[in-house]
């Protein structure tokens, strides 16, 4: 006699178009494993202008008003943990599914995209790379570094115009391991990323040995503790008010002459983390900006 299917019940967020990575990390927790980005079908209304839907999915086994109310929770915390008064009472609904492996389903929506020369394709996917790309290959299953980020996408751009190779590289609030990965496939020589995060290390080895660069990248779960020695490159796509906080430490990390590039900083906080780079003594060579999200790039100039 066979299994009955598997009931899902779907978590439907309404995000803030610029928010919708960090909801998804946000939702990566319990039984929620699969994240999925738009509407779930042409019969569902579209979202207001400036929104977009973020869903997870949770089996009817792991489905409880105990999970329900530790995903509100970590939802209702966004907004102070951020500062981001747009997250505030974000609209969730929880709608029972029909049969169907719903798991999985997200990958009807996850399209592959490209940053630059760089194709990001899942494995399932028959998309074709152009002649000369780079291929990420990304399983986007975990609710989090998808790389679709504006954040995310700025720092791969940045990374393809400076990696010139052999580079030692660290990635500080590595997520996926997205960066450090691409970093390797660039042509560095050595990638260490940490996270406090404690599914991202796994995540991000994983990725690493999906796309052949395990023997040259090496992630933690933790802090700056982590920190040993000094690496050409230092990348930070992370909360801003972390980057203002451990400026110094970023900085004593990056070897003279070695660039940096700093993102996760929304419009609001870019006075206060650049006067935070500056007093670290990094010099900015250029600051990108993508909606209101700020990347700052520079360098940490030799003594002397």
Known sequence: MSNPPVKWTEVRVLVPESWQELVAE?????PCTSVAFGRPSLAVDAPPAGFEFVRTFLPSTSDSPEVR????AVL?????NTGAAELADLRVEFKELPHEDY???????WK?????RLCVLPSWSRARPRPGDRVLKLEPGGAFGSGRHATTRTCLFVLQERIRGGERVLDAGSGSGILAVTAALLGAREALGFDIDPTAETYANALAKDNGVDARCRFATGGFEHLRGTYDVVLANIYSDVIQLHAKDLAAALAPNGWFAFSGCPMHHADATRAAILTAGLTLEEERVRGRWHTLVGARPREG
């Not at 798991?103 to 929506?109: E, H, L, T, V």
């Not at 592959?112 to 630059?116: C, G, M, S, T």
């Open 26 to 30: 946000a939702l990566a927790i319990g």
């Open 69 to 72: 109310d530790e995903l509100l």
């Open 76 to 80: 209702r915390a966004l907004a102070s």
């Open 103 to 109: 798991a999985n389903s997200w990958k009807k929506s």
């Open 112 to 116: 592959p995209f490209r940053a630059r």
